[in-house]
């Protein structure tokens, strides 16, 4: 088992417009990328139970050249509005460091 945080060479997030943020997901190594995409384990479903919103609502986007994921979704607050503690979005990728692929 490996987490994300000592596998990946960029795990962040950002704003994808006031009302999505964007995780990305990056590795140095091609062949790490293919493995943990052979896993399974990063899935819509996933992204849509650590982020408390509808499985229809996250955009997951394996891209093979760059070896990385992006997962977009609908931030619960817009940014900048009252309640948003991270106008942002830099601070959304933390739940997605500690899931433990199997490899």
């Known amino acids: 088992m490996a987490l994300i945080k000592d596998i990946a060479q960029i795990c962040k ?3 994808a417009g006031p009302f999505n943020v964007t995780v990305d997901i990056l590795f140095e190594d091609h062949d790490m990328y293919r493995a943990v995409k052979a896993t399974g384990v990063l899935t819509p479903a996933l992204f849509a139970q ?9 955009l997951f986007t ?3 050249p760059a070896a990385a994921f992006k997962i977009t979704f609908p931030r619960a607050v817009p940014a900048g509005d ?4 991270d106008v942002y979005g830099c601070q959304q990728h933390a739940p997605v460091l500690d899931i ?3 490899l």
């Open 13 to 15: 997030s950002k704003n």
């Open 50 to 58: 650590l982020y408390g919103v509808e499985e229809a609502d996250i």
């Open 62 to 64: 394996p891209y093979d």
């Open 82 to 85: 009252i309640g948003d503690t």
């Open 100 to 102: 433990d692929i199997p």
